[in-house]
């Protein structure tokens, strides 16, 4: 445990029944070490609503959710609509189709914002997914460079390491990557890669500034002009909110240069930051947008690519095809799980308690010199804390985050950045009780 972090192995010093000690012991010696998977902190034993439930009865409300959990765990109707199909129809080998896949393939369509003028490819994971949008920018621009920011993640596949910017994943000991993987700095306008001020929450970019990150990336289409594709998530799920007019500006940008426009909305889609797409929030519409996580209902692995009905050129190849792709089941939980965001008025939820939510830790940080900014949109928000000296501190955060832990809530330390991410079917209350914890973890 040497390489643990102190906080969290001080997590994994508090006593654990044997049970759930069995459980760990067994984990470790059974699964393939790797950062982020195992080794483990516990075993859950009930996830239900906003809750999980470890082996040992401890409850925590559960604010990460690998952004899977939308419509909170274990949804009565979606349970019930999944017996249902096990029943009717569990399985479709190929050759066949489903009612269930064609139904939530339209659904996408008719809502996503291609507007009626789309096509749909499902896979069982994001990654896989993301794999199928760049064969798909390269089929139809016979390019193969891709555009993305530093520090971004589309997934774990060959495809979207490469075009991806997480430095660690990008790893030589797992040999070449695909060549053309380029990246440039991300808005991000509480650091700014180019040095600039941070505007006041909401504002435009300065003169000064000019949208230096929009800039960018039109000049590395423009000098390199021969790129497939910009791949990046619209509203990043670290969090960070692009400036007004920064979309419109690329959008114009791929157009002039003939790449195509990915949106990774895997982790931010289906209402999470208060729309249920994020490209609606300024208005631009991608070529091919990517659903993943929460479409499967926070109970199983769908993902889904929905592409301009331009990119359907290649019928002769297969571009991913997965076992799964019609699968009645994972697609009958994604028609589900649509049916319940509608139903149950999910994205506007996410919208005003998080617009409420914003506004509630603006008076935090009023009144505790810890808690910095908060940046988001929906349900989906990054709070500062910060160190003695006023600027954002990342142990601070860490040991906020293990101290919430044990206080009842789960949530995810970024860079000196604790972030909120709840299902959409969170209550006020709820939310009340999570800031109340958060306040009292910093103290
Ligand atoms: C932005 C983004 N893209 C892609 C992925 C990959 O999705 P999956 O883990 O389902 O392969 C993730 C997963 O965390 C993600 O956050």
């Known amino acids: 445990m040497t390489s643990i972090p102190q906080t969290r192995a001080e997590w994994y010093g508090r006593p654990l029944s044997d049970t759930a000690r069995d459980l760990l012991d067994r984990d470790a010696a059974a699964f393939i070490r790797q950062d982020g998977s195992t080794p483990c902190l516990n075993a859950v034993a009930k996830a239900e609503g906003i809750w999980l439930e470890d082996v040992d009865g401890r409850r925590v409300m559960d604010f990460h959710g690998n952004s899977t959990h939308h419509i909170g765990y274990g949804h009565p109707r979606l349970k019930a609509a999944l017996k249902d199909q096990i029943d009717d129809l569990p399985f479709t080998p190929r050759r066949y189709t489903s009612a269930p896949a064609i139904a939530l393939a339209e659904r996408l369509i008719a809502l996503s914002p291609h507007r009626g003028n789309g096509k749909v490819l499902f896979a069982t994971g994001g990654s896989d997914a993301i794999e199928i949008a760049l064969k798909l920018a390269r089929v139809k621009t016979g390019r193969y460079k891709t ?4 520090d971004s993640y589309h997934g774990h596949g060959y495809g979207a390491v490469s075009a991806g910017g997480s430095g660690t994943d990008r790893t030589q000991r797992i040999g070449p990557l695909l060549p053309g993987g380029l990246l440039v700095p ?9 040095g600039f001020e941070r505007p006041a929450p909401g504002a435009p970019p300065s003169d ?12 590395a ?12 998530e619209p509203i990043r799920s670290s969090p960070h909110v692009p400036p007004p007019g920064f979309w419109p500006e ?28 994020t490209s609606e929030h300024q208005g631009v519409t991608p070529d091919i947008t990517v ?8 109970m199983l692995p769908l993902a889904a690519v929905v592409a301009d009905a331009g990119f359907d050129i290649a019928p002769e190849l297969s571009l991913g095809h997965y076992t799964h792709e019609k699968n009645p089941l994972t697609t009958r939980a994604g028609l589900t799980t649509l049916q319940i965001i509608e139903d149950e008025g999910l994205v506007d939820h996410s919208r005003s308690l998080g617009d409420r939510t914003m506004a509630r830790l603006a008076e935090m940080a009023d009144r505790n010199p810890a808690i910095g900014r908060a940046e988001g949109a929906g349900l989906l ?10 600027r954002r501190s990342k142990a601070r955060a860490d040991r906020a985050m293990w101290r919430a832990f044990s206080l009842g809530l789960n949530l995810k330390s970024k860079a000196g950045t604790l972030v909120l991410n709840p299902p959409l079917t969170i209550r006020e ?7 109340q914890i958060i306040e009292e973890a910093i103290a």
């Open 221 to 232: 289409l423009e000098r390199e002009g021969d790129i497939a594709a910009v791949i990046a």
């Open 147 to 150: 555009l993305a920011f530093f």
């Open 208 to 219: 000064a500034c000019g949208m230096m990150c929009a800039r960018m990336l039109r000049y």
């Open 429 to 435: 209350a709820e939310m009340e009780r999570a800031l």
């Open 381 to 390: 928000i990054g709070v500062e804390i910060l160190g003695e000296d006023g």
């Open 291 to 298: 659903l993943g996580k929460s479409l499967g209902g926070g």
């Open 250 to 277: 690329v959008r114009r940008a791929c157009d002039e240069f003939g790449a195509v426009l990915i949106f990774d909305e895997i982790p931010t889609g289906l209402g999470k930051t208060g729309r249920l797409f």
């Open 186 to 194: 991300p808005f991000n306008c509480t650091a700014c890669a180019y």
